[in-house]
Antibody, heavy 115, light 107 residues
């Protein structure tokens, strides 16, 4: 079955750019929406945005000015870049298949913003 | 943004109990509502989509209902493995939003 795996640095300095990749295995990235979600430690879930395999995107307005989500169909993966990070961006970042309902999810990766 | 308010925030119940969680949307969300289960240290897992449809492989003791602004999630007979935090999520309007979560514990 389809599995997703997030990867990227676990520590990012304030004001720098957070970059994560979600690699899809067991299925094609084509013909689906792909979503990023995050969860600050001990808190609830926040929808970040999604990308269609063709490249069209929708972002959370609260992050839009700092956010880029892209897709690489040749490598069956999609990516997130969040610029000018602060401590408030510290969270577990999840990727998931789907736009409306999300299934399955990756295991998540903790990104800490700290100097 | 559509605000999603779950009630209660936490809940303690006994094995075999019927458990109900509610989710209220700040605007009409029709049936654009999902429910997820998140066990400690794990990623969320989709249980219910489109307000009342059971995701494949999910036990039938889980169910959802509602439309518009008021939604309900029910576990008909609580099992020990149901200990988790449950989230609702609307996808009627962008940005999609989640409820704050309901933490379910065994009494």
């Amino acid at each position: 079955q389809v599995q997703l795996q997030e990867s990227g640095p676990g520590l990012v300095r304030p004001s720098e750019t957070l970059s994560l990749t979600c690699t899809v295995s067991g299925g094609s990235i084509s013909s689906h929406y792909w979503t990023w979600i995050r969860q600050p430690p001990g808190k609830g879930l926040e929808w970040i945005g999604y990308i269609y395999y063709s490249g069209s995107t929708n972002y959370n307005p609260s992050l839009k000015s700092r956010l880029t989500i892209s897709v690489d169909t040749s490598k069956n993966r999609f990516s997130l870049r969040l610029s000018s990070v602060t401590a408030a961006d510290t969270a577990v970042y999840y990727c998931a298949r789907g736009g409306s309902w999300l299934d399955p999810w990756g295991l998540g990766t903790l990104v800490t913003v700290s100097s | 943004d559509i605000q999603m308010t779950q009630s209660p925030s936490s809940l303690s119940a006994s094995v075999g109990d019927r458990v109900t969680i509610t989710c209220q949307a700040s605007q009409d969300s029709r049936k654009s509502l999902n429910w997820y289960q998140q066990k400690p240290g794990k990623a969320p897992n989709l249980l219910i989509y489109d307000a009342s449809n059971l995701q494949t492989g999910v036990p039938s003791r889980f169910s959802g209902s509602g439309s518009g602004t008021d939604f309900t999630f029910t576990i008909s007979s609580l099992q020990p493995e149901d200990i988790a935090t449950y989230y609702c999520q609307q996808y009627e309007n962008l940005p999609y939003t989640f409820g704050q979560g309901t933490k379910l514990e065994i009494k």
